[in-house]
């Protein structure tokens, strides 16, 4: 039997956010300010896009680097890159060197084939690496050290596929969750992390909750609804084929799934 993916935490993404702690699991700008859906969307035309045509590369910019933080630095600490400097060094200077380009999320909308943002944004992570270590060696600094892959290693995309796909499933529980609220039915989304999650049987839920046993499959299959017009939301931003954004919804949702970027 497949089983559900735990969501990394189960808090509200906002709580980081409020300390100033950036990580894997808390893609802040995603969750403010993306309108909540309710349907399966047939056409979404992503945030990304959005605020790019609306000249607000501000946004953008914060948008991604967000989300991709965290995982951008578990990839340097797990991979060759480590040898170079500290993971949060490297990433940091990325982010100044590429983003500081107001073309540079443009460019990446603009690949053909489509490129996942994750894999472009490895990318650029390698080529800033090797200029980074040119400086170094122009300066003397580090005439020695070995220059890094221009491929991505297998073992730390593996790490920073999991972290990244924490962070849209941690997004997406938080913004449906925000939604029962809304609602008033915060016990129907407890409802469905009790069952599917912590395994627990409806009738101990009926005794919990006082939700009638009969009617929790319905509660559970509108949540799990929900919960995937979240994550498709957010992976219209990186995968505009059908196919490879449902097995990447599949990878995110359960634990076996192993869906490639």
């Known amino acids: ?80 890159l480590r040898s170079i400097a500290p993971a949060e060094e490297l990433v940091g200077g990325f982010f100044a060197s590429r983003f500081g380009r ?5 460019r990446w909308l603009a690949t053909n084939p489509p490129l996942p943002l994750r894999r472009w944004l490895v990318n650029g992570l390698l080529l800033h690496a090797r200029e980074y270590l040119a400086a170094e060696r122009r300066a003397r600094r580090a005439p020695t050290l070995a220059e890094p892959p221009l491929d991505i290693e297998p073992g730390p995309w593996r790490t920073l596929e999991r972290a990244w796909r924490d962070g849209v499933l941690q997004a997406s529980c938080d913004r449906v969750s925000e939604l029962y609220a809304r609602e008033g039915r915060t016990d129907a989304w407890r409802l469905f992390m009790r069952h599917i999650i912590d395994g627990v049987a409806y009738p101990a839920l009926e005794a919990e909750l006082a939700i009638p046993a009969a009617s929790a499959p319905m509660i559970t299959r509108t949540a799990l609804r929900r919960l995937r017009a979240e994550i498709n939301a957010i992976l219209a931003e990186e995968f505009t084929d059908p196919a490879q954004r449902a097995r990447e919804l599949d990878a995110i949702l359960f634990d076996d799934g192993d869906a490639d970027a």
């Open 1 to 80: 039997m497949r089983r559900f993916r735990h969501p990394p935490h189960r808090g509200s993404s906002t709580d980081a956010s409020a300390t100033g702690e950036v990580n894997a699991t808390t893609p802040r700008d995603y969750h403010r300010c993306m309108p909540l859906l309710d349907e399966f969307p047939s056409t979404h035309r992503t945030l990304l896009e959005q605020a790019l045509e609306q000249g607000d590369i501000a946004f953008a910019r914060r948008h991604v680097m967000a989300r991709a933080y965290g995982p951008l630095c578990l990839y340097a600490r797990a991979s060759s």
């Open 102 to 106: 107001d073309d540079y999320l443009a």
